[in-house]
Nanobody, 120 residues
Framework: QVQLVESGGGLVQAGGSLRLSCARS????????MGWYRQAPGKQRELVAS???????NYADSVKGRFIISRDNVKNTVYLQMESLKADDTGVYYC??????????????WGQGTQVTVSS
């Protein structure tokens, strides 16, 4: 059984930085991706960033230039370095792991979520 454990959330002032980590354990398929969705009250769930096992990276337009996702395949861990944080970045960040099927990466495991709060 795959487990995802994420950490790194917290309270930070606007303009500050945080780094999220997501460690994956258990079996997995070679073709996979990992990343984060975020959820804020009253807002739609948003895919923040993702990275595939082959190194392909995608970012939401709202975080481009501010967030960097990286992946350590040896440690089975992904990191999300978040800089120049804004109040709109506030939300619960959920790490996910996905496998490729039918032409897309489809999340099938989720972390417990970590709260990111950016004060303005």
């Amino acid at each position: 059984q795959v487990q995802l454990v994420e950490s790194g959330g917290g309270l930070v002032q606007a303009g500050g930085s945080l780094r999220l980590s997501c460690a994956r354990s258990g079996s997995f398929f070679r073709s996979n991706s990992m990343g984060w969705y975020r959820q804020a009250p009253g807002k739609q769930r948003e895919l923040v960033a993702s990275v595939t096992s082959g190194g392909i990276i995608n970012y939401a337009d709202s975080v481009k230039g501010r967030f960097i996702i990286s992946r350590d395949n040896v440690k089975n861990t992904v990191y999300l370095q978040m800089e120049s944080l804004k109040a709109d970045d506030t939300g619960v960040y959920y790490c996910y792991s996905a496998t490729f099927s039918d032409g897309a990466y489809r999340p099938n495991y989720w972390g417990q979520g970590t709260q990111v709060t950016v004060s303005s």
